[in-house]
């Protein structure tokens, strides 16, 4: 007689389910770490589109990003500008002395973006702000030193840092 036996049947699918079982555990890693990667690439570009509008003073105004350190899950990109000076920027609610003198600053935000389920803002420090704006037309951080932001996994397993250097450079 040729086959198996009910035993050797049995013994494969287990060794099989074992072996597929640690391969599922590595995937799901493997899948969280992409969304990590995945909300920092998004992070970038949403800085460096902040930088090019700026530079390019697309609509008279300076650009930013603020990033909601309190809910975690979402950052926004905005423009500001100061009511008569020019080249000033500022955020509503920002930091205090943005505009010089009394002058009003108007601010609107543009888009909200969200991240992924799995990722979360651990921390962001531009000049004790939670936002970063970038001066027109040099496209250079409106915070004379370095700036970053710091992305997690939930739980806290893995961090991104984003960070934002005084000349401009984003990385």
Not at 88 to 97: D, E, L
Not at 120 to 129: G, K, L, P, T, Y
């Amino acid at each position: 007689m040729r086959g198996f036996t009910l035993m050797e049947l049995v013994l494969v699918i287990a060794i099989l389910g074992i072996i597929a079982g640690l391969g599922i555990g590595s995937y799901a890693n493997f899948l969280r770490q992409g969304s990590l990667d995945s909300a920092a690439n998004e992070i970038i570009a949403a800085l460096r589109k902040a930088q090019t509008n700026s530079q390019a003073s697309s609509e008279g105004f300076a650009w930013g990003v603020e990033f909601d350190t309190t809910n975690k899950d979402r950052y926004i990109f905005f423009q500001g500008k100061c009511a008569t000076t020019a080249s000033a920027s500022c955020r509503v609610g920002g930091a205090s002395g943005d505009c010089p003198g009394s002058e009003s600053c108007t601010t609107t935000d543009k888009e909200t973006i969200f991240l992924p389920s799995s990722v979360e803002i651990n921390s962001a420090s531009f000049n004790s702000q939670k936002y970063t704006m970038f001066d027109r037309p040099t496209g250079k951080p409106k915070a004379s030193f370095d700036g970053n932001v710091v992305i997690q996994l939930k739980g806290g397993s893995q961090q991104k840092t984003i960070n934002v250097s005084a000349l401009g450079k984003i990385e």
